[in-house]
């Protein structure tokens, strides 16, 4: 990680789920062009750790164990957010419950209510309350952006994911409406549908050449984000841009 850049140099960004993988990645690429970046997971180690090492490298973070399912837990570590830097600009939602998908992998007449619905609050449920008490404080500092890390599962029918798929479609419809309601007032909502992404070598499995341009990384959806925070993209909202290395035209490989 190399600081130095000013892209978002004044911004204050929230990331949840932001302990490893994408989030920890958008975390540190956010900080090193000059953010101050606010971390949210469930590991408060892993948060305490990957704030360490932005600061190590000259960066401004710190780390809230959020809990993105419960009201009180996003309005209260949302306050605790501005308290420390003031307004936020930035609103990265990136939390997904993808332990729960995990042991949830079945045909939509095998899953129970709870199943069902732990799955979708996870998903959009949370990305909505995120939204709820961060947009108060985006307008406030005069506009901001949000971006909502969705997945190839929200455009494609993916069999067992009946939940996560309604969930991250969900997501999706909820960027439009975000878009279509803070719009005039200077608040930019966009989607990012990610295909197959590993965060490390021995993760990567078979060879998938034939279906992907190439596995993806972390760093791939990093920069796509980095971009949708910076007022390069001041004029891109209510979209959906995919970064999955083609698996769009493969659905079995999502």
């Known amino acids: 990680m190399n600081l130095?850049?000013?892209?978002?140099e004044g911004k204050v960004a929230l990331i949840t789920g932001s302990t490893r993988g994408?989030?920890?990645t958008m975390a540190e690429m956010f900080a090193a062009e000059g953010a101050k970046v606010v971390l949210s997971g469930r590991s408060?180690?892993?948060?305490?750790?990957?704030?360490e090492r932005i600061r190590a490298a000259g960066g401004e973070a710190?780390?809230?164990?959020?809990d993105v399912t419960d009201e009180d837990s996003v309005r209260d570590g949302v306050a605790a957010a501005v308290e420390a830097y003031g307004p936020i600009t930035t609103l990265v939602n990136n939390a997904a419950p993808t332990a729960l998908v995990?042991?949830?992998?079945?045909?939509l007449h095998e899953l129970t209510l709870t199943e069902w619905d732990d799955i979708i609050r996870g998903s959009v449920t949370s990305a909505f309350l995120l939204t709820k008490y961060t947009v108060p404080h985006l307008l406030a500092a005069g506009g901001g952006s949000i971006t909502n890390i969705?997945?190839?599962?929200?455009?494609?029918?993916?069999?067992?994911?009946?939940?996560?798929?309604?969930?991250k479609g969900g997501m999706n419809a909820l960027t439009r409406v975000i878009a279509a309601d803070y719009?005039?007032?200077?608040?930019?909502?966009?989607?990012?549908?990610?295909?197959?992404?590993?965060?490390?070598?021995?993760?990567?499995?078979?060879?998938?050449?034939?279906?992907?341009?190439?596995?993806?990384?972390?760093?791939?959806?990093?920069?796509a984000a980095l971009w949708l925070a910076s007022d390069e993209a001041e004029w891109i909202t209510g979209s959906e841009i995919t970064a999955d290395g083609g698996a769009r035209y493969n659905a079995s490989e999502i």
């Open 22 to 24: 994408i989030g920890r």
């Open 4 to 8: 130095g850049g000013t892209r978002l």
């Open 44 to 51: 408060v180690d892993k948060g305490e750790k990957n704030v």
């Open 62 to 66: 710190m780390f809230l164990p959020i």
């Open 183 to 223: 719009g005039t007032q200077g608040v930019r909502c966009n989607t990012i549908i990610v295909g197959r992404v590993v965060s490390y070598a021995a993760d990567r499995g078979p060879d998938t050449s034939k279906e992907f341009l190439r596995v993806g990384n972390p760093k791939d959806i990093g920069y």
């Open 102 to 107: 995990n042991v949830s992998f079945k045909p």
């Open 150 to 167: 969705s997945s190839g599962a929200s455009v494609f029918g993916v069999p067992g994911l009946g939940p996560y798929s309604a969930g």
